[in-house]
T-cell receptor
């Protein structure tokens, strides 16, 4: 158990809908990362927050947005969902800002868009 | 320049054999090279990491070999076991950057 929690575990929704994925980082970690992993694909970095502020952006679509709250939990909002958005979404946390800090991954949220 | 190229995409090794996964990078500013291991249905977890001031790091059956001049690093799994069957990701970062640059992953299957 990494100490990172993600909810929900599974999500099934229809095209055009909007969903919110939630992540609670490990106690003491200030950085939160969001990743997308499609079936048999690698990890696509989406976005990073550090202590409430956006710090790095990867291949995140304009239909996706995220935020980190004062209690350090984070939410990833996915809107106008398309079939291609079906994937595993991972949240990871680390104690520091730089990429050289170990990232602890949550169990993921499996999103299915029908 | 930001890419990390990982090979092979998949690998089948007999139990007891040596598994070798390779990664190559272009950006000479990278100074941290971790390997993550991911089991099906789970998130990746840090396995072992190296910095460019050493050419090799060993932790149990897992060894990272680092070749700075060739801009390559590799993961060696000695005495591979069925429990090592997983997807392995290499990655790289530089101190001034806030994110890891990930390889595409290698699906390793150890046959009993």
């Amino acid at each position: 158990d990494s100490g990172v929690t993600q909810t929900p575990k599974h999500l099934i929704t229809a095209t055009g809908q909007r969903v919110t994925l939630r992540c609670s980082p490990r106690s003491g970690d200030l950085s939160v990362y969001w990743y997308q992993q499609s079936l048999d694909q690698g990890l696509q970095f989406l976005i990073q927050y550090y202590n409430g502020e956006e710090r790095a952006k990867g291949n995140i679509l304009e239909r996706f947005s995220a935020q980190q709250f004062p209690d350090l939990h984070s939410e990833l909002n996915l809107s106008s969902l398309e079939l291609g958005d079906s994937a595993l979404y991972f949240c990871a946390s680390s104690v520091g800002l730089a990429g050289s800090y170990e990232q602890y991954f949550g169990p993921g949220t499996r999103l299915t868009v029908t | 320049q930001q890419q990390v190229k990982q090979s092979p995409q998949s690998l089948i090794v007999q139990k007891g054999g040596i598994s070798i996964i390779n990664c190559a990078y272009e950006n000479t500013a990278f100074d941290y090279f971790p390997w993550y291991q991911q089991f099906p249905g789970k998130g990746p977890a840090l396995l072992i990491a190296i910095r460019p001031d050493v050419s090799e790091k060993k932790e149990g059956r897992f060894t990272i070999s680092f070749n700075k001049s060739a801009k390559q690093f590799s993961l060696h799994i000695m005495d591979s076991q069925p429990g090592d069957s997983a997807t392995y990701f290499c990655a790289a970062s530089k101190a001034s950057n806030y994110q890891l640059i990930w390889g595409a992953g290698t699906k390793l299957i150890i046959k009993p």
